[in-house]
């Protein structure tokens, strides 16, 4: 291959990197609306009466919007396919608030400071309820945090809302799971708890909007999902999606918490009803505040095996923190289990019962790893501990009983895994860390305690069966591509990739292939950059509708030259005969293509959709240094060693996992997302939710061992999630090899360490 | 008000109100490359130079700016340029929403620091958050312009 | 949102004082990135700029930081490295990020009494002073325990004698708010031991300061002298670290348990009393 599996820069990458404007903020007219919001100071309460007088009477502001103003139809704002499995359970706005930061009321004016000057004179009383905060004590709890009547479910996902249950739900594969725990000689139980985690990414959300010359929406938006955007603003405003369209320009940054809507419906709102421009740009408190992060779980996880150390039953049980809305609620806490059940499948039996409640806190949503992270904790810290009591190593309880090609499990319906190097991953990761010489720990002249610490983890590729992304190729009338895509780069350089896969097809170079991506009224439908997708589903669909055109490129060259299709081949440049002997030029196909009467400019075009999901690997070796004066744990390397296929771009790939496991590394140390007894986020901004500077990661480093996927673009599987889920039970790992304390509570803070180690 | 400065290397008249950051005046000036990313004075997105040193301009208050030279990516073309090849080389932009303050405080760096370790660059650029790449490949990528091992 | 209503740089600081006490909500503006956190309106703000307090003087016995010294001025001033063992710019350096500290004055640090400041462990244990227009020259330690009271910080001042001192101090991640600050000093036969974010302000343990000076005093710390010896228990620093953690008062906040932080505070402190006592030995 020459352009895949290569290093191709980014190709926004200077324009990004310099300050160019090419963010949403940048392209908003200047005339926009500033769009300000009232929020809830209560964690549950019912608006008595509102008063907007003196804020519509300040000279500046425009409008004034409460929940009497909006219509009573309820939607989600999560980003999913359609039906949606998240509940219809918000409106644009409320007589209910639901948590700290739930929208009250809109201020549009002619400047921020007016906008805000506005908020401060809309009176608001309220009958302040009792908020359901605990997620322990959220079931039958005497608050019902959704007590209306018009919440819709486009199936059932196990939802009881009089009881603050989401979903419900629970898989059972093998044989009796407590009969099968029965029968292993050895059992080990954890429970363990996963913190609430930001995505914080460093775009805060942001859209703007404005009527266009056919009196349609047109809203630029930072969003993973512009498709699914315009369908929550139809449904949520009951106009039609043929009269919205989105945009998403260069984004700063998504890692899942644009895979759920969040501004946009306010800034829709103000253009709707005024017909002016409006912009909206949440500060960094209101996205810490009222968006949404990844959700809390509580996890019971019990795990048996024989003596030899083959796993024979797994069982876990997941309560999951929803927060106020339900967004990703039911598919997240599915993840959990899905991610975590079929890895080890040496298994007899497996089962999985999860529920995911309502709480008046901020919504639980997306965030890279989505489940997956929360239940590689619980497995891996599970794994971790039986193989302490096995007096196993645990690189080797991992490669005794890890899936491999060929292999099903008992939840893969007779699926095969077609491709893994996961073993061969520890291997080489055992080698780089240094685990024979390390493990498990070395004491420090200086007292601190060197150790090591390991964990494996599986994420999908795109979701099976729902996904489907279309793209489409067209032959310019110079001879040069436009690559039309609907999925969303988001820093993370899809657009890039996806371009190279089309080029390698093509024959061509980067460079002739201009790519537009994420507008609703352009691209061809996508679901958007999320779950994995891009690379595997998307990339298909490029990779298809590359072969299509290049077929029809074939098939007209031929004509032109009066040869049948097998008589000639496509080189990039030129349809030629097989005899050498006669050509055309690509650039002359094109032309000819264009002029005159019965043409057809030539296109790829393509939907693609998966039935499977294969699952990228890898391992995590953590090396940490604990200070046990302290308990502060430093980490000082991280060897990953990942499986995602074929690596379509190695630098491109590299940073993804780089990031990823640096997230993952804030998640097992610095992050989390607090609140006080009354339902305030404490952690709403940078100095209090303290994400990793450069100084708190120590040295990271990446190797991939490539498989090859039969059912992905060149091979390839996904790498934006996988990376994001070995930090945490790693790290915990290394610092019970260090302490003798098993952490199973994140983040491991010092104090956690310094009391937990006795 | 009227605020006096030299803006990269041009007399410039700024216009701002007296409470107004400087970060804000400059966006309204024009000067696109200024981002915000925190409203708590540690992101580090916003960094500009004043009078050659790396500063937060959403904390800066813009009347003291008068008669002060205040520099922008925009007015370090040439340099940035060159950083960015390498940093894009290294694919360490990622979204690119938090680069052009990165790249003005390695610049910084490059002017102040002679040949820094390791540990003096990390240093250095710890006021600069990136939620994306992990820090490694900037790192990669600061070595390699700088030529330090 | 913080709100300024007008500005003013005054020539002198009488008329700085003046115009920061004629009305409640005028306020001197240090470098902004505290005071902007809050939604603070103020009425004039008052900036020292033409005031020439952005200097860092070595006089005959002491060492002066005008108000408005940046922390990057402390952190990188070839004087404030070779003095104290480098404690202040230790002090300053995790603070954020070097364009923070390009911002952030020592005066707008000290005049607010931060709980969590660096820099005010550091001083205190330094037995710093500072001068104000209205109270004249005070004790930074007896600064910190006065009421609030509106006055003009324009100075801090550290008394430049043979003093060595050991800056520490423990936090979550690298630029957060630290969970606990500690700073020990030597100075001739004297010793002060300084904590801080406990969360409250620094402070000085006094019966503690004094029994560790007594023990250096009486050879009592010797098998302690070498530092980075592993863990060497003596119980005549034991003693010493007991009194300090029953003298001082912890409380608890999100970064730490009160529990915790009486704990960890033996442990900086003792990490203080072996660097001091190392400097020394060599």
């Known amino acids: 291959m020459k352009i895949v599996g290569k290093d191709s820069p980014k190709i926004d990458g200077m324009a990004i990197a310099t300050g160019r404007p090419v963010y949403t903020e940048d392209l908003a007219p200047k005339d926009a609306l500033v769009i300000k919001i009232l929020r809830s100071p209560h964690a549950f309460a019912r608006i008595k009466s509102i008063d907007t007088s003196r804020a519509v009477a300040l000279e500046g502001v425009e409008c004034v919007f409460t929940y009497q103003d909006v219509p009573g139809i309820r939607f989600t704002l999560a980003g999913q396919s359609y039906p949606e499995p998240s509940p219809y359970d918000r409106l644009i706005l409320d007589e209910i608030v639901r948590y700290v930061g739930d929208e009250v009321a809109i201020v549009a004016a002619v400047d921020e400071r007016t906008a805000l000057n506005a908020l401060k004179r809309i009176k608001v009383q309220y009958e302040v309820l009792e908020p359901v905060l605990d997620l322990e004590t959220a079931i039958d709890h005497p608050s019902i945090v959704h007590p209306e009547d018009n919440l819709h479910l486009n199936f059932d996902i196990g939802m009881e809302k009089e009881r603050n249950i989401i979903s419900y739900q629970k898989v059972e594969a093998g044989e009796e799971i407590e009969e099968a725990l029965r029968q292993c000689d050895v059992v080990v139980e954890e429970t363990v708890y996963t913190q609430a985690q930001s995505q914080a990414m460093m775009e805060t959300f942001r859209a703007f909007s404005y009527l266009d010359h056919a009196n349609r929406l047109v809203i630029t938006s930072s969003t993973q999902v512009p498709f699914h955007v315009r369908r929550q603003i139809a449904r949520a405003f009951n106009i039609p999606a043929s009269r919205v369209r989105v945009i998403k320009p260069r984004i700063g940054g998504g890692f899942g918490a644009k895979q759920t809507g969040c501004c946009e419906v306010f800034s829709a709102l103000v253009t709707l009803k005024t017909g002016k421009p409006s912009i909206i740009i949440y500060d960094r408190t209101e996205t810490f505040n009222s968006s949404t992060s990844r959700h809390a779980m509580k996890m019971k996880v019990r795990l048996g095996a024989d003596k030899e150390g083959m796993i024979r039953a797994y069982d876990l049980e997941v309560l999951s923190d929803g927060g106020a809305y339900g967004e990703h609620s039911s598919t997240t806490l599915g993840c959990v289990g899905e991610k975590t059940m079929s890895m080890y499948n040496k298994t007899k039996a497996v089962r999985f019962t999860g529920t995911a409640v309502y709480t008046n806190k901020q919504p639980g949503g997306a965030f890279r790893g989505y489940g997956a992270t929360q239940g590689t904790m619980a497995l891996e810290t599970a794994v971790n501990k039986l193989a302490a009591e096995l007096q196993m190593d645990p690189t080797e309880i991992r490669l005794k009983n890890l899936i491999e090609e060929g292999e099903t499990s008992l939840v893969y319906n007779g699926k095969v895994i077609k491709s893994t190097t996961l073993k061969d991953c520890i291997r080489k990761g055992k080698e780089l860390i240094g685990w024979d010489e390390k493990y498990p720990r070395q004491v420090l002249s200086n007292g601190k305690i060197r150790a090591v610490g390991m964990a494996v983890t599986q994420q999908g590729s795109g979701i099976a069966g729902i996904d489907t992304a279309s793209a489409e190729i067209r032959l310019n009338d110079e001879g040069s591509y436009n690559l039309l895509l609907g999925s969303t780069d988001m820093g993370t350089g899809s657009d890039t990739i996806l371009s190279q896969m089309a080029a390698e097809i093509m024959e061509t170079t980067v460079d002739q292939i201009a790519v537009y991506a994420g507008d609703t009224d352009t691209s061809p439908y996508d679901p958007g950059s999320y779950a994995s997708s891009t690379t595997y589903v998307t990339g298909m669909a490029v990779v298809q509708a590359a072969e299509e055109l290049k077929e029809k490129i074939l098939i007209q060259g031929a004509r032109y030259m009066d040869r049948n299709p097998d008589e000639v081949e496509f080189n990039g440049q030129s349809v030629v005969t097989l005899d050498g002997k006669t050509s055309i030029t690509l650039e002359k196909i094109a032309e000819l293509n264009v002029l005159g009467s019965g043409r057809h400019q030539l296109v790829g075009n393509t939907t693609y959709g998966s039935p499977v999901s294969p699952p990228p690997y890898m391992v995590g070796f953590a090396e940490v240094e604990v200070d046990p004066q302290t308990g502060k744990v430093e980490p000082i390397d991280f060897v990953a060693v990942i499986d995602c296929g074929t690596v379509i771009n190695p630098k491109l790939a590299r940073i993804q996992a780089e990031g990823g496991l640096v997230q993952g590394i804030g998640m097992a140390l610095y992050e989390e997302v607090r609140y006080d007894g009354k339902g305030r986020m404490h952690t709403n901004d940078f100095m209090q939710y303290k994400i990793p500077t450069r100084k708190d990661v120590g040295n990271i480093r990446v190797h991939f061992i490539e498989s090859y996927e039969p059912t992905g673009p060149f091979g390839a599987k996904s790498i934006g999630e996988v990376v994001a889920n070995t930090p945490a039970p790693a790290i915990a790992h290394a610092v019970f090899n260090a302490t003798g304390f098993r952490v199973t509570e994140l983040p491991i803070t010092p104090e956690k360490v310094f009391l937990g180690q006795g | 008000m009227d605020i006096e400065v030299t803006l990269n290397g041009k007399k410039t008249t700024l216009q701002g109100k007296k409470d107004e950051f400087l970060a804000d005046t400059l966006r309204a000036h024009g000067q696109l490359s200024i981002r915000k990313g925190c409203n708590t004075t540690c992101c580090g997105l916003c960094t500009v130079w004043i009078d050659g040193k790396p500063t937060l301009s959403c904390a800066y208050l813009t009347f003291r700016a008068e008669g002060k030279n205040i520099t922008t990516i925009e007015g370090v073309k040439e340099e940035a340029e060159a950083f960015a090849k390498v940093l894009v080389a290294e694919g360490a932009e990622q979204c690119g929403f938090c680069s052009p303050g990165f790249i003005m405080t390695v610049l910084a760096m490059k002017n102040e620091l002679q040949n820094p370790t390791e540990d003096e660059i990390i240093h250095y650029l710890t006021g600069n958050l990136c939620r994306c790449t992990g820090y490694m490949g900037q790192l990669r990528a600061i070595k390699k312009y700088l030529g330090v091992a | ?282």
């Open chain 3, 1 to 282: 949102m913080l709100t300024i209503r007008d500005i003013v740089q005054p020539e002198t600081l009488t008329e700085a004082y003046q115009i920061l006490t004629k009305q409640r909500t005028n306020t001197v503006l240090g470098g902004c990135a505290f005071l902007r956190l809050g939604s603070k309106r103020i009425g004039i703000g008052i900036d020292l700029a033409k005031l020439n307090l952005d200097q860092i003087t070595e006089e005959d016995d002491t060492i002066k930081l005008g108000a408005m010294t940046t922390l990057r001025q402390i952190e990188t001033h070839p004087l404030l490295n070779e003095s104290f063992g480098g404690v202040l710019p230790k002090a300053v350096s995790n603070i954020i990020g070097v364009q923070f500290r390009n911002g952030v004055t020592i005066g707008g640090s000290v005049y607010s009494k931060y709980g969590f400041s660096d820099p005010i462990t550091a001083l205190l244990a330094l037995n710093a002073k500072v001068d104000l227009v209205k109270a004249g020259r005070l004790p930074l330690g007896e600064f910190l325990a006065r009421p609030r009271e509106k006055d003009v910080l324009t100075h801090v001042i550290i008394p430049k004698e043979e003093q060595i001192a050991s800056y520490q101090s423990l936090r979550i991640s690298a630029s957060d708010y630290p969970i606990l600050t500690a700073a020990v000093a030597k100075n001739g036969e004297d010793w002060r031991i300084v904590v801080g974010a406990r969360p409250q302000v620094a402070e000085l343990a006094g019966k503690a300061s004094e029994q560790l000076a007594q023990a250096y005093a009486h050879a009592k710390l010797d098998s302690f002298m070498v530092a980075g010896e592993k863990n060497e228990v003596n119980e005549v620093v034991e003693g010493i670290l007991e009194q300090m953690s029953q003298e001082l008062s912890f409380g608890s906040n999100a970064r730490g348990s009160a529990t915790y932080r009486q704990g960890i505070a033996k442990v900086l402190v003792r990490r203080g009393i072996q660097e001091v006592l190392a400097w020394i030995s060599k």
